[in-house]
């Protein structure tokens, strides 16, 4: 069974990035049968919205690039699709 979970998304950004608004969303069953998707339903595909304070400054990729390196990973153990979405504080 895939080990990765919302809940351990969420630990690792709050973690790292310290977020003053955080939500993550496993879509993962929305895209059964899909690419990267697995059996269980679970643990591919993941939304985040996010705010935090070291996205100041920075552009749109360069916050995505934030997230995604936070969660490498994550990716690496199968973490197929994310979703980011960047929210004012």
């Given at each position: 069974m895939n080990s990765i979970t919302s809940e351990k998304l969420e630990?690792?950004?709050?973690?790292?990035l310290?977020?003053?608004q955080l939500q993550v969303i496993d879509e993962s069953?929305?895209?059964?049968?899909?690419?990267?998707?697995?059996?269980?339903?679970?643990g591919t595909h993941?939304?985040?919205?996010?705010a935090c304070a070291q996205f100041e400054g920075l552009s749109?990729?360069?916050?995505?690039?934030?997230?995604?390196?936070?969660?490498?990973?994550?990716?690496?153990?199968?973490?197929?699709a994310l979703a980011i979405e960047v929210q004012n504080p």
């Open positions: 630990q690792r950004l709050k973690e790292l310290i977020p003053s069953a929305a895209h059964a049968g899909h690419v990267g998707a697995n059996e269980t339903g679970q993941f939304r985040v919205r996010i749109r990729v360069q916050r995505h690039r934030l997230v995604y390196d936070v969660l490498k990973d994550f990716i690496d153990q199968g973490l197929h």
